[in-house]
Nanobody
Framework: QVQLVESGGGLVQPGGSLRLSCVVSGSIFSVNAMGWHRQAPGKQRELVAAVSSGGRTNYADSVKGRFTISRDNAKNTVYLQMNSLKPEDTGVYYC????????????WGQGTQVTVSS
């Protein structure tokens, strides 16, 4: 059984910062790519940022220069540092991980709400 547990969401004013964390636990052989998606009200879920097992990162154009994704392989944890937040960053943020157990598949967290509002 693999679980992803997110934390760090909340309410923040425009221009503020938040740091999201996502811990992967369970009977894991390896954790490969990890990342974050978000879903705003009335919109489709979109990729925000991803990081490979080797540390290569990619970002949505809308967050480049403001968000930073990182991972701690020893802790099976992925982070998303979000700076200069804008109201359009509001949404539910979901972490994911490609995890190898007896096979390899994508797992999702339960989501954490981020609200950017004055």
């Amino acid at each position: 059984q693999v679980q992803l547990v997110e934390s760090g969401g909340g309410l923040v004013q425009p221009g503020g910062s938040l740091r999201l964390s996502c811990v992967v636990s369970g009977s894991i052989f390896s954790v490969n790519a990890m990342g974050w998606h978000r879903q705003a009200p009335g919109k489709q879920r979109e990729l925000v940022a991803a990081v490979s097992s080797g540390g290569r990162t990619n970002y949505a154009d809308s967050v480049k220069g403001r968000f930073t994704i990182s991972r701690d392989n020893a802790k099976n944890t992925v982070y998303l540092q979000m700076n200069s937040l804008k109201p359009e960053d509001t949404g539910v943020y979901y972490c994911y991980a490609i995890v190898t157990t007896t096979n390899s598949r994508k797992y999702w967290g339960q989501g954490t709400q981020v609200t950017v509002s004055s």
